[in-house]
Structures are given as C-alpha cells and as structure tokens.
C-alpha cells in the first residue's frame, strides 16, 4: 500500500515556467513532510520541508503548500530554470509511526530551455 | 565534513552469487537506512538501524536480504543467491536522530545481477 501518492509522474516546464508536484497522504499521523531532489547518479538531497502547523513555506524559488484537511501537500518551483531538471520525491513521517520515512515514487522535472 | 559513503559504486555479479554493500555514514549520525531505488522508481524502505540494533526490519523483500551495523557506524547490507529481480541502485542514509531530522543520503551502489 502506498502511504503517499506523487503525480505527476513526470512533468515539462519551460524555462521560466511554474512546475508543481503534487502528493496526498492518508494516514493523520504523519507530521513531517520534506521535499527531496535527486539528480542523475546522484542521492536524493533534501530540497525544503514543511509541518503542518504552518499552510506554506518558501525557500528561494521553492515553495510548500500544505493543506492538512485535505491530506495533500505541493511544490511549486517558480521561475523553473534548466539546473531544476531533476527527479522529485516527497515523503512524510512522524515519530508516532516509528519515524520512518514513506516516500512517494517520484516526479522526473524537464525544463526546456 | 565528509558525506555519507558507500561502496562499490557499482556491482555486477552472477545470478546465484552473494554480494556484501557497504555504507560508512556521517559521524555521529545515530539513525541509518537502507533504501532500494529501481530504475525509474521511487525509494523502496529496507531496514532502519538505531544504533546497532534494527528495530525496523519491514522492508527487506526477502530472507536472502539481511544487514548488520557495527560500532554504531559503517554498515553492510548482504543479499545472498542473488536474482536478477535484485538489480537496483541501493542507497543508504544516516540521519542525527530517526524522527524529523534530515536524510542525507549516500550516492548509492548501482547492482547489477546478470
């Protein structure tokens, strides 16, 4: 059973572009949802991360949006540029679970120049 | 500081052959996983050590997976008989704690079983 659900799968922005990467959840346990980017041969790197006692956050060009009703949380990646190209996952957790980390199964990012 | 590392960097072996990866994680990093990653797929949970002790084993796919951490640093995941199925990229991760502390991850062992 997958605990987060990523769409799309894969996404197109051109350069400029807004991209936004959507996840949803089930289990209301969960309390800390991070953002991670992975590029090609590489780790997946922590990008940003958010809780939900807050309904947004913004790092640079990164933004959060977190709507704990509906069980769904988002990345918006404004002015998208080439070096954003990248795999996208989302995760969630809590420490009521165990802490462990459930991610989803990716967004593969293409900006075109 | 230096990052987390794993090693080999890639692995090709035989069907039926046993295969030892290895992760050294960040110093002083309490909590370390282990993660598959097939191609084009997302990040599939192996096993959660806290220290020493495994408290989380729920995600090894089957009893040739198995994986131990020594000194509450490095780290060896061992499949045995390997399979063709086992072909992945494995990742291993550390973090200061297990709840609500960054992953950093290590670049992973890309595993191939021909």
């Known amino acids: 059973q997958q605990q987060v659900k990523q769409s799309p799968q894969s996404l197109i922005v051109q350069k400029g572009g807004i991209s936004i990467i959507n996840c949803a959840y089930e289990n209301t346990a969960f309390d800390y949802f991070p953002w991670y980017q992975q590029f090609p041969g590489k780790g997946p790197a922590l990008l940003i991360a958010?809780?939900?006692?807050?309904s947004e956050k913004k790092e640079g060009r990164f933004t959060i949006s977190f709507n704990k009703s509906a069980k769904q949380f988002s990345l918006h990646i404004m002015d998208s540029q080439p070096g954003d190209s990248a795999t996208y996952f989302c995760?969630?957790?809590?420490?009521?679970?165990?802490?462990?980390?459930?991610f989803g199964t990716g967004t593969s990012l293409t900006v075109i120049p | 500081g230096a990052g987390v590392s794993q090693s080999p960097s890639n692995k090709v072996t035989e069907k039926g052959k046993d295969v030892e990866l290895r992760c050294d994680p960040i110093?002083?990093?309490?909590?370390l996983y282990w993660y598959r990653q097939s191609l084009g797929q997302g990040l599939e949970f192996l096993i959660y050590?806290?220290?020493?002790?495994?408290?989380?084993k729920s995600g090894l796919p089957s009893d040739r997976f198995s994986a131990e951490r020594t000194g509450g640093s490095v780290s060896t995941l061992t499949i045995q008989r390997t399979q063709q199925e086992d072909s992945a990229v494995y990742l291993c991760a550390s973090s200061l704690r297990r709840a609500y502390n960054e992953q950093f991850f290590g670049p992973g062992t890309r595993l191939t079983v021909l």
């Open positions: 050590f806290q220290g020493n002790s495994a408290p989380d």
């Open positions: 110093s002083g990093h309490t909590a």
């Open positions: 995760a969630a957790s809590s420490a009521t679970t165990g802490g462990q980390f459930y």
């Open positions: 958010i809780r939900p006692d807050v």
